[in-house]
């Protein structure tokens, strides 16, 4: 078996993976670096037209973004991929296309993507070809994200991103699956990056956006499309409802309105008590009396009293969350929470690392605003990483991949007494 790394080693951003046994090939991931620059995976124009099998982790840009690249220049391949998944790739490809639009590829190829997928259950063993067969582990992140355990010569386990601890719409990871070898994410790897529990986090954001509004300010939200815009909203929701949060309007705007959606019909892929709140019961947190959207309530309208608004996109790279910035910058009572990882060259990173002067749009903005930054990740922290790997049996050799600067290393460093730990370059290939 063969593994080449086309993107997503040594950063965050299009992760790539390509496996080759035999005659048959398979690709882990198609994704794309969003950012001031964006970047592409490294594949070459022959594998557009041979690889014959694609399969996706999850609906996040990085992992699924550059599909419609691919099958504008002739793939053919199969995908692999959950409900959820697929439903999901829709919104953000479509999206992506309508804001970053380039003349890459359009519509047909977005819908020829879509033609293209096979729907694989969690636990379900899928052949792929006589050398390789695959199934699928819950893996935590997002609604449908997996785990993909690849067997062959070898049994692979490729994460893809991936959170053990339970969220408010998700169970955590599925822990000790077999697997000799291990590619694995590594986001939070550094040795430092030690997540607050969701209970702590989310009184802290609580009393945050309880203190901004109590001098008449409003709260900016900035969140990914998919994933954490949900579990922020059921947050928000439950805070508001219990009467811990004070009840102002949430707005909410953008592609994470069609996520939820999506959310809802997949309900099925979510944890127990959510399940049962929407499918059993009158309370569906998703259509909660306190949120307000576009169309039911007038922007200027919802932006003249202290609110709070939901709005994508999570790293500030498009999306009307930067609209929503422009607005508020000018006001001192006003303030913006991030939530989630901001990746090198993104305006939340420039923001988070307080900057107070930034370009949006083309126009230099002054930031007045507060900027605070709570970390609801969807990723596992360091010893949640340890602890994942460690539960894995038979585990002989580790990739690790997806993190940036030191974080890889710092985790390979606790646990290079136990295995064998690569961290790989991009466009390096290994035999296993
Ligand atoms: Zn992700
Ligand atoms: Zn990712």
Redesign the pocket.
């Known amino acids: 078996m063969n593994l080449t790394f086309f993107g997503g080693a040594g950063e965050v951003g299009r992760n790539c993976i390509f496996l080759e046994a035999g005659g048959s090939s398979l690709l882990l991931d198609c994704g794309i670096k969003l950012g001031e620059k964006e970047e592409y995976p490294l594949l070459g124009k022959e594998h557009f037209t041979s690889i014959e099998n694609i399969a996706i982790s999850?609906t996040?840009m990085?992992?699924i973004g550059y599909l419609p690249f691919m099958y504008n220049k002739g793939c053919t391949a199969k995908i692999y991929a959950t409900k959820p998944t697929r439903d999901l790739t829709q919104l953000l490809l479509s999206d992506y296309l309508r804001i970053h639009g380039k003349g890459d590829f359009d519509v047909n190829d977005i819908a020829n993507v879509l033609k293209h997928y096979n729907i694989v259950e969690y636990g379900e063993s899928v052949d792929i070809s006589k050398e390789l067969s695959m199934s699928f582990h819950n893996a935590g992140?997002?609604l449908g994200?997996a785990m993909i355990s690849i067997s062959g010569e070898k049994n692979v386990l490729y994460t893809g991103?991936t959170n053990i601890r339970g969220t408010k719409i998700l169970d955590g990871a599925e822990k000790n699956i077999e697997a000799e070898v291990l590619i694995i994410e590594s986001t939070y790897g550094g040795k430092n990056d030690v997540h607050k529990s969701l209970k702590d986090n989310s009184n802290l954001l609580c009393k945050s956006i309880n203190d901004t509004v109590d001098r008449n300010g409003k709260v900016l939200i900035p969140t990914f499309a998919v994933?954490r815009g949900q579990e922020i909203l059921l947050i928000l929701e439950s805070y508001m409802r219990s009467g811990i949060l004070r009840k102002v309007p949430i707005y909410v705007d953008g592609m994470v309105l069609k996520a939820n959606r999506i959310y809802r019909h997949n309900v099925y892929y979510a944890k127990e008590e959510i399940k049962k709140r929407i499918l059993m019961s009158e309370e569906d947190p998703f259509k909660s009396k306190f949120f307000f959207s576009p169309a039911t309530l007038k922007k200027s309208e919802a932006l003249a009293k202290p609110c709070i608004i939901v709005s994508t996109s999570g790293m500030l790279t498009g999306g009307p969350g930067l609209g929503y910035l422009k607005r508020l910058a000018d006001g001192e009572n006003n303030k913006v929470i991030l939530v989630g990882y901001q990746a090198e060259g993104t305006l939340g990173r420039k923001i988070s690392e307080g900057e107070k002067k930034v370009r949006i749009r083309g126009e230099e903005i002054d930031l007045k605003l507060e900027t605070e930054q709570y970390e609801f990740s969807?990723h596992s922290d360091h010893n949640g990483l340890i602890e994942l790997i460690d539960s894995i049996r038979g585990l002989k050799k580790i990739f690790l991949i997806h993190g940036e600067g030191n974080k890889p290393k710092e985790l390979a460093e606790e646990i290079g007494d136990r295995y064998e730990v690569i961290m790989p370059r991009n466009s390096e290939t290994f035999i296993l």
Request: charge should be negative; charged fraction near 20%.
């Open positions: 999850h996040h990085d992992h992140h997002i994200s991103d994933g969807a």
